[in-house]
């Protein structure tokens, strides 16, 4: 497990984050949501031995990190934001170099890259695989000398939705028998991980304001929001004020609630059935401060 007690840490003696406290016991998700700038990056590079805190402890498997650092770090592994790979090297060259610090052997790499299913992929170079490929290269990486604690940063960012798709399987996979903590700054992530043992911290300009049970904020946004942007809104208003579809409208966007993101295709089926262009289908993000503010009522 992975505890955390009072960290405050920042660059230049100046904190970012302030008495962070948290803590994941195995077989548990640890989601840390906040906005870009709320120090979610500054917080990983604590909890992982990267950046010494200001003040404060973390205990990985109830060994500090600051005290024993060697022993400690062989319990993390660690997917920075972005994947941090060398693009000219190979796949499994980038992995051998990684690999020196752990004393790894070339069959724990190969097992790594087999279970992110880019085994076959060893001798291409880095250079010329896609956003979602190079992504499971580093989670190979991190992941290559076992380790109890999986902490990833955004590692959402940058990718299609089939790769989104692909990697959030093989996290919850994961938290079958880890430790896993990933942040992200998308409420509408949350939804996703509703069905395993999942908690939320929500940290806003360096202070973590909630600590809660992930399916408590899951409520809140069970209903997802789609943005619509179509060539006739008055059109559109009229038709769907004729079904039982939750909607608002925004400059030449309709904002549709629906049960399910699937369920969208039947109101995009009808106002294309209407004679109605719709040009764009995308997630409206619901601001991190309205869950907040919601969740502090409750929890």
């Not at 999986?150 to 990697?167: G, R």
């Amino acid at each position: 497990m992975i505890e955390v007690n009072e960290i405050t840490a920042g660059y230049e003696s100046k904190p970012v984050i302030h008495d962070i406290s948290f803590s994941v016991g195995k077989r548990a998700l640890y989601v840390l949501l906040g906005p870009n700038g709320a120090g979610k990056t500054t917080t990983f590079r604590v909890i992982t031995g990267i950046l010494p805190p200001i003040k404060g402890r973390v205990l990985v498997n109830s060994v500090d990190l600051w005290s024993k650092p060697e022993e400690a770090k062989r319990y993390i592994g660690y997917l920075p934001e972005g994947d941090r790979l060398y693009p000219d090297l190979t796949v499994e060259d980038n992995l051998k170099i990684f690999g020196k610090i752990y004393r790894v052997s070339k069959s724990d790499i190969l097992r790594s890259l087999e279970l992110l299913g880019v085994d076959d992929l060893k001798d291409v170079k880095v250079k010329k695989l896609s956003a979602g490929l190079r992504k499971r290269v580093a989670l190979a990486r991190a992941i290559m000398h076992n380790p109890d604690v999986l902490v990833l940063d955004e590692p959402f960012a940058n990718l299609d939705v089939e790769s989104v798709d692909s990697l959030r399987r093989i996290i919850i996979d994961f938290v079958k028998d880890k430790v896993v903590v990933l942040s992200t700054h998308r409420v509408s992530e949350l939804s996703y991980f509703e069905e395993i043992n999942s908690y939320l911290g929500i940290i806003v300009n360096g202070i973590l304001r909630i600590n809660t049970r992930l399916i408590n904020a899951v409520r809140l946004v069970k209903k997802p929001l789609v943005v619509l942007k179509v060539s006739d809104i008055e059109l559109s208003k009229k038709i769907l004020e004729g079904t039982n579809v939750e909607f608002t409208l925004r400059e030449n966007m309709i904002v549709v609630q629906v049960p399910k993101y699937e369920d969208i295709s039947s109101i995009i089926k009808l106002l294309v059935e209407s004679g109605i262009g719709v040009y764009e289908v995308r997630p409206a993000e619901q601001p991190i401060e309205t869950l907040l503010k919601v969740l502090s009522k409750e929890v």
